[in-house]
């Protein structure tokens, strides 16, 4: 039995048989031919029947994935039949008397380096689109151009990377799942796997494909982007299980996708997901999440030996907003300390660390780690809908330095000619009772409220979250608090600031009537709740 | 000859599908030249390769310039298209 993870895109449980995916991508060798004509002729006969090819591809997307989505071999047509690509083609083997494969091979490449070596992830996947493309025209001059051959039944295919014409070329009824050791969630392929309803997990790693073998049972878990090779008899019994209990679970979700997260008389709320590091973007995603209402920084400094470089962090910060592709990423500044102890930070230890140097004071003791991140942040910002959140604030002062250094850094990206967006929302967790309390002198200096509902319930409680003896004080509906969250939000309008909730209390769909009473604009819970809280809101009305 | 401006509101921009939408409808106008500009670079709508090139994202004010026997129709067509679409 051999584990792997990848990044889950669909969520879902397959147990099957690995299908390693054979390209039939003929090696292109650079000949030298006599008669160009004669290329290009064959160049004509290659595209007539790619773009016949593709054409029938296009109607079965249609069929099952729908017309937004079969659009792109729509695309795929057209660049087949663009000007300055077949131009590029017939200039190469023109000029240089060389064989049709190898022009196409040469333009394919010139073309994805365009794209690829543009700014924008969109347009770097298209890269992918051209080779698609290309390999087709390729496949069809050299008398190939056929689709797979004989398979098993519930396979599992595995392959370095899928192009969107062979993902929708795969047998659904056969295909149980599929596997790619590169790729990148806002490809084309992922999408599709999505609207496909395939389980998906992408980024397995390169070990997983050497390791991945025709005929081995396989289990993938889209939801986790776990991967068990030859999985041992118990394994393979949980995993049954859990296919069952997401059978049940899906029927909701696939009723609820899709739909505005909107009460009977037409209040809508935005619903948005949790998550605490990049693995968690498949989740979000498949459970149709607005977009992230709390990205856990601490990740990177917890999963690393010594401070997070700049670098490190810009760069987990744009995978994140690339792969959110414009929907709304709040990511919150690091909260280290209380129960998140790192040795590197060589923090003293604390009688009372809840209550003792943890998240926004270690930043504003240690401004060098602050200045660190908030560069990395502004820096990433123009890939996406960027918000920075700052936990455990407690008073105006500290709200105030927290946006100097903001306006700190962004001075000093543009002296350095460091591109950042003027976009980024600047918002404040209200997690202490200080903070709902003067909450009216907070909301006109930030754009949002995110109500820390675990933190606010045991400041407000004095109950340590941590002690499980306490359980019986813990009243999580405790009126104090909600009184706390009613007065936040109210603050937060009367001031023209958004307020969400970002703690477990958002999920509670036993409170998502008094939420929407409240006003509260926003709900981020972990991905799985997504749905479920839809489903709550769409289920209240609150005319009556 | 006609020209206009249009600045993209589509959070993603000129991307693949708004693209190949907007090469054929300028396609369709045959015999009229339909070009857009951002930054200094123009390239002819029914490029695809070359209108994608042009990387236009979201906020990106772009200039088009019709010219041809359809102008007057053409360029009404496209500025819908940006409007409804992009």
């Known amino acids: 039995m051999i584990r792997f993870k990848g990044k889950g895109v669909y969520g879902a449980v397959a147990i099957g048989t690995v299908s390693v995916f054979k390209r039939q991508e003929a090696s292109v060798r650079r000949t030298h031919v006599d008669d160009p004509a004669a290329e290009l002729a064959r160049v004509e006969q290659a595209k007539a029947q790619a773009i016949e090819q593709l054409s029938e591809i296009y109607e079965k997307a249609l069929r099952e994935v729908g017309e937004t989505h079969a659009q792109i071999f729509e695309i795929h047509m057209m660049m087949l039949e663009d000007d300055d690509y077949n131009e590029s083609i017939e200039n190469i083997i023109n000029t240089q008397s060389v064989n049709a494969e190898y022009a196409v091979a040469l333009t394919s490449d010139n073309f994805s380096e365009m794209f690829a070596s543009m700014d924008d992830a969109y347009m770097q996947a298209r890269a992918a689109d051209v080779k698609d493309i290309s390999n087709r025209l390729i496949a069809c001059l050299s008398g190939g151009g056929g689709e797979q051959s004989e398979q098993p039944d519930k396979m599992v295919v595995c392959a370095d990377d899928l192009a969107p014409s062979e993902t929708v070329s795969l047998d659904k009824e056969r295909v149980l799942a599929f596997v790619t050791a590169f790729g990148s969630s806002n490809s084309h392929t992922a999408i599709l796997a999505r609207n496909m309803n395939i389980p998906a997990v992408i980024s397995a790693g390169e070990e997983f494909l050497a390791q991945a073998k025709d005929g081995m049972k396989i289990i993938v878990d889209g939801h986790t982007g776990e991967l068990i090779l030859d999985p041992d008899e118990e394994t393979e019994r949980s995993y049954i299980e859990k296919q069952k209990s997401d059978a049940e679970k899906k029927a909701l979700l696939q009723q609820l996708k899709g739909k505005p997260n909107v009460t009977k008389d037409g209040r809508e709320i935005k619903i948005y997901a949790n998550i605490g590091g990049v693995d968690g973007i498949g989740g979000v995603l498949a459970n149709d999440a607005g977009g992230i209402g709390l990205f856990r920084s601490e990740f990177l400094y917890l999963e690393s030996e010594d401070y997070p470089t700049e670098e490190q962090q810009f760069s987990a910060y744009k995978k994140v907003l690339e792969s959110m592709a414009g929907k709304k990423v709040i990511i919150r500044t690091m909260d280290i300390g209380a129960d998140k102890q790192i040795d590197y930070f060589n923090l003293d230890k604390e009688e009372n660390p809840a209550l003792g140097l943890r998240a926004l004071r270690i930043c504003l003791t240690r401004p060098e780690i602050f200045h660190t991140q908030l560069r990395a942040l502004y820096r990433a910002s123009v890939y996406g809908e960027l918000g920075i959140m700052f936990p455990m604030i407690i008073s105006v002062s500290e709200v105030e330095e927290c946006i100097a250094m903001c306006d700190k850094v962004k001075k000093e990206l543009t002296d350095e000619g460091i591109p950042f967006s003027d976009k980024v929302e600047l918002g404040i967790m209200i997690e202490t009772p200080a903070a709902a309390v003067i909450s009216d002198r907070l909301a006109p200096l930030v754009d949002f409220f995110s109500v820390g509902t675990n933190d606010l319930t045991q400041y407000t409680l004095a109950c340590d979250r941590q002690n499980a003896k306490l359980e019986r004080f813990v009243d999580t509906h405790h009126e104090a608090v909600l009184r706390l969250i009613e007065m936040a939000a109210k603050n937060a309008h009367e001031h023209g600031a958004w307020i969400g909730i970002c703690g477990e209390l958002a999920a509670d769909t036993s409170l998502t009537e008094t939420f929407l009473r409240m006003g509260i604009d926003e709900l981020s819970v972990s991905a799985p709740f997504v749905l479920p809280v839809r489903q709550a809101v769409r289920n209240t009305d609150l005319s009556k | ?86």
């Open chain 2, 1 to 86: 000859m006609k020209t206009f401006s249009y600045t993209v509101k589509d959070e993603v921009g000129i991307h693949a599908r708004p693209a190949g939408n907007l090469a054929k409808l300028a396609k369709s106008f045959a015999g009229t030249k339909v070009m857009i500009e951002k930054g200094g670079k123009s390239v002819d709508v029914t490029k695809l390769m070359m209108l994608m090139g042009l990387g236009v994202k979201c906020g990106d004010t772009v200039n088009f310039t019709v010219e041809g026997p359809d102008e007057e129709a053409a360029a009404k067509a496209i500025e819908e298209f940006m409007q409804a679409n992009l």
